[in-house]
């Protein structure tokens, strides 16, 4: 995901339905868009030395402070079958990946911005969402470890977003947990603006290609703490449920 957190926009949110009709979505807060054609290939990238370094920290910031701007592991393949009591299967054939969502949770999309494709899933009520950002990658990427293991990883992203050292005080940012699987980056983390809610995030991070280049796949599923007996557990369940078909 190449981009500046700063530079991250995206249209007004449209909701998805079963049938063709189309509504302006209330949640403006909720951005997310879907492919329509071939995006082009990225011009390639030369990567050395603190060079690679400071892209690689463009594209880690880029993607999760995406997923923060929305306000408010894998155990085995998604079958129907498998589909626990209330969840259901979101398949994205266009982006090839599948997740299981809340049965009565909205889907929404928007137009692609460059390389940038989202997706996002949320309730009718509260805060909380569930996002699928999808970004090109230069040719050095190649796979997760490109990043660095994944405990150098979640620290660059934690300490990244973090501002509490700021004077006033800014963001407060604090790594939970890490783990890779399967070729998957897990993170948990927290994320606190002085004055307002904790808000909690669970993220899965993979490299799949299109055909054409690598693209990073960045899950995030948040909830603001008020919202954590009603929301956490199933947004942790619809995380680690994330594969590529």
């Not at 302006?24 to 492919?35: A, D």
């Not at 054409?212 to 954590?228: A, D, H």
Request: proline fraction near 6%.
């Amino acid at each position: 995901m190449v981009c500046v957190a700063s530079s991250y926009s995206l249209p007004l949110l449209r909701p998805l339905s079963n049938n063709t009709g189309i509504a302006i979505c209330r949640k403006s807060y909720v951005q997310c868009c879907r492919n329509k054609e071939p995006e082009p290939e990225p011009k390639p990238e030369s990567c050395f030395g603190i060079q690679c370094q400071a892209k690689r920290r463009q594209v880690l910031l880029g993607t999760t402070f995406a997923a923060f701007s929305f306000p408010e592991l894998i155990s085995k393949a998604l079958a129907e079958n498998d589909v626990p009591v209330g969840f259901r299967i979101y398949t994205d054939d266009v982006n090839k990946f599948k997740i299981l969502i809340p049965q009565d949770w909205q889907v929404g999309a928007g137009e692609p911005t460059g390389f940038k494709s989202v997706t996002a899933f949320y309730p009718e009520e509260g805060y909380s969402s569930i996002s699928v950002v999808i970004t090109g990658l230069g040719p050095d990427f190649t796979k997760m470890e490109s990043f660095g293991k994944v405990e150098a990883f979640a620290e660059t992203l934690v300490s990244g977003l973090d501002r509490s050292w700021q004077r006033p005080a800014g963001v407060t940012a604090k790594l939970i947990d890490c783990r890779a699987s399967k070729g998957l980056y897990f993170i948990e983390y927290s994320l606190q603006k002085p004055g307002e809610s904790v808000k909690h995030l669970f993220s899965a991070l993979g490299m799949a290609t299109n055909g054409w280049y690598n693209r990073l796949y960045t899950v995030t599923g948040q909830y603001v703490e008020e919202e954590s007996d009603k929301y956490s557990s199933n947004i942790a369940k619809a995380v680690k449920s994330f594969e590529f078909i």
